[in-house]
């Protein structure tokens, strides 16, 4: 594409060489001639103008002499964009490939693409424009949307409900059984894990994430909600919109989350929490059972306290020294007065 | 079932309509006319009173005016029963899926169902009535006992020995090389790993938990101890009976755990550590290498330390913002007064 | 082999039964009258003494009357080298299982053993005396190097590159998209994951790790690295050589790290951190987003401090109580002597 051309589909201001080819996108540091890179803020300047890419998308006012420019009002977003055009998608021819064993009665939608060794059990239905990569395998009665992608691996236990324009990564499970026992006669007894699990529409979820069903409601990811590697959701757990969670953390049974709720990597929450809308939570922090975290709150440290408190308490910490110091020069002070 | 069938198989004093059909178990606040759910506790006597279940399992001496009710003297376990009798498991029919490469010299019993894709090595052997699902593999000379459900994409490395009853999840893999090496010459030179991995009885392990065989001795899972999602299992750990692991906990070499202990979410326990029987580890608590955890302790924090002892220290924390006050307060005091 | 055929091969000192067999490798306490055992240091001399072992490395200058011995200068190296002897690694057939599906036009090295239900995607390469297990998937232009071995079920994302002798374990994902999605009209866009991830000869990575690819540039793993199970390395993560990476561990975007690390279990490190050479990281430790780690630092914590600093901070908080308890006697004291 012309650098004209990108400019029209971001919208955006041209300047420089508004003939040059592009084909495709990469970072400021190390794009080409012959690559779009993006500016994220004016702490990129310096990069920027040392960068030998072929066209830079800036912030709008700001101007780079000597470079071709787009100026748009968000350049991360627009190389989202100029990406998506540079670099379409490829998506593989549709068709069963003849190792996948497919139940009869399963309900494959005719354009899906259905990787080798795929099993799809009994009474499945796979929305139009789903792609089932290799070693895919949908339970009884699973129901998967249009346009999703299942990458290598994932799998789908019996009954789980899968929305539209779905991604899951890699080693995926979705919907085990859940951690339930009852400690009785000396032993764990098994607790009945017969609930669902439904994941909501443009949700995307990393690879080896694992969530199990419900005992005996439903586990849901809501809508938009973007899960990374290796997080772990239990049984009954109900996670709101758009939510952000970063690897490695693990969110315990029956606990609710609202929209919009960011948890940084390693969080544990524990069970019958409820996190309300706009929560950010920090990295390792540790969420006790049974607490509410109301809206909008920023927390962080185990057990997760307000993140300016917690900070607080570290910055004191680390003049926990000196404190003593000074007591223990008080009390020879006194000492030293005693009559 | 009719409520007084239901009666009957967990001898339990029914009051109310005796003779409603009951379908299957829910939970408390969304099961209907046909459904049974249960009541943990006086504490849950509100939801209980508006309830819309066809039937009520109830503590013993509790009545419910209003509500088909069988007393029990332990509601949740009563309702695993009866789970156990209305939710009857499907299994699926005995045989060996075409797709399945099973070695000539396996022994697989004649009742088991082998799904699609599943790889069985040679002279590995599987007991009676045991599932393995699709895509399962059993490496060289693993034996498997009877009536275990392997559910998708496990991986059992050569040489495991798997008991009775087992259900392993999703993604399981058992018997992976330990991570030990030797720094030498400038490199990690590999420790040889050529231990086994023994997984007793009833013993039922979550999603893409992973366990390590032994280096030289063996790593051991004791009979009826429960393991979550995500867990971390090192070379040689030796874990006793009906212990409970929540999901995310990781478990360095060499360290031994007895009965009954339970671990939290997100626990790490160093190497060659004691964890005596009983013993209980609070979330996301580290146990240094080394150590010796006593029966029957409570323990939280890293360095972990007795429950109650860390929580004071959390709640003088707390007040750290006051004492320095205090000490400050005082050292003016002190000025004052001086001649 | 013959005791003095073993010393021979280790350059050791034997002495005792110079003729006897030795079948195998063991632990010292478990090992028998044909099995080899190494003595690590002096503090194992008490069941170096009780072993039953047939023979006993042990470190130069020790001798153990009534043992046959080798004097070694490194006992746990010499073990490894014997082991590698007395064990050598079974490797199957070359050849091609039929259930695999390889495309027309991947490479695949003619002595590589590629097991069943193994799938090779369009433009993939394997070099020679490579083995992949049953169930590996290597997508679209994946290259892997000479004498590696992938156990079962391990997922490549096209495009992928992977050294020579590299050992992956079951379920573990290379090259899966990074975490990535820029907040815009109410809900995450997801940013390009359009890297590339390259491992470099000699790494061995632990079962159902996962690692993704970069966004716009590399993820990289260096030459020697060795990472544990459970691990997550994020986009664009570029790893040295000789690093040693325990399980559970978690490494988040862009984050440098230099040759030799130690990373204990469970420690997080968050964004654009730079660890230098030769740092050792703690269990559970978290390293804030944006921190440089200075060469050879030994760090502990959340937020990570130094070791020793960190351990003094732990200290005092063991002895608020008494300092607590100080302050109080002292505000009395002054008290008392108000005029």
Redesign the interface.
């Known amino acids: 594409m012309k650098v004209s051309e990108i400019a029209e589909l971001l919208r955006g201001n041209p300047a420089g060489d508004a003939e040059r080819q592009i084909q ?4 400021l ?2 794009a080409g001639p012959t690559e779009l890179a993006y500016v994220e803020s004016l702490r990129a300047l310096g990069p920027a103008a040392a960068s030998r890419a072929g066209c830079l998308l800036v912030p709008e006012g700001v101007s780079l002499p000597g470079h071709t420019t787009i100026a748009v009002p ?1 350049p ?2 627009a ?2 964009r100029a ?2 055009a540079l ?1 379409p998608a490829s998506s593989p021819p549709p068709g069963i ?1 003849p ?1 996948a ?1 497919v139940a009869r009665d399963a309900q494959v939608a005719p354009d899906c693409s259905v ?3 795929v ?1 799809i059990e009994s009474g499945a239905t796979v929305g139009a424009g789903t792609r089932l ?3 895919v ?1 949908l339970g009884m009665g699973v129901r998967v949307g249009e346009h999703c992608t299942l ?3 994932v ?1 789908v ?1 019996p009954g789980s409900q899968i929305g539209d324009r779905v ?1 899951l ?3 995926v ?1 979705i919907g ?2 859940g ?1 339930g ?4 006669e ?7 894990q ?1 609930g669902k699990i439904v994941i909501e529409d ?1 949700v ?1 979820i ?3 994430t ?1 969530l ?1 069903r419900g ?3 439903a586990t849901v990811i809501g809508r ?3 899960i ?3 997080v ?1 959701i ?1 049984h009954n757990v109900k996670i709101g919109r ?1 939510c ?1 969670i ?3 953390t ?1 969110i ?1 049974g029956s606990t609710e989350v609202g929209d919009y709720v960011v948890m940084a ?2 969080v ?1 929450i ?1 069970e019958h929490v409820r996190i309300e809308d706009r929560v950010v939570i920090g ?2 922090a ?1 969420v006790l059972p049974g607490k509410i975290v109301r809206s909008g709150s920023i927390i962080w440290g ?2 997760s306290r307000p993140m300016s408190e917690f900070k ?3 910055a ?6 000196a ?2 110091e ?2 223990k020069a ?2 020879q ?2 000492e030293k ?3």
């Open positions: 495709g996108v990469a970072a540091e190390t968000h991360k977003l190389l989202i990406a998506e670099h490939h190792t064993v990787g080798a060794n099993v990569c290799p070693g395998f990458h290598p691996r799998t236990y991604i990564h890699a080693g499970v085990s059984d951690f026992y009852v400690f009785a000396g032993r764990q007894v098994k607790f009945p017969l443009d995307e990393g690879s080896n694992t199990d005992s005996l409601g938009g909600t973007k990374d590697n290796l772990q239990a758009h952000i970063v690897s490695q693990g315990s990597g390693q544990g524990g990295g390792q540790g185990t057990p607080k308490t570290l004191r910490l680390a003049r926990l020294d404190l003593a000074k007591v008080l009390a002070q006194v007065r005693s009559p």
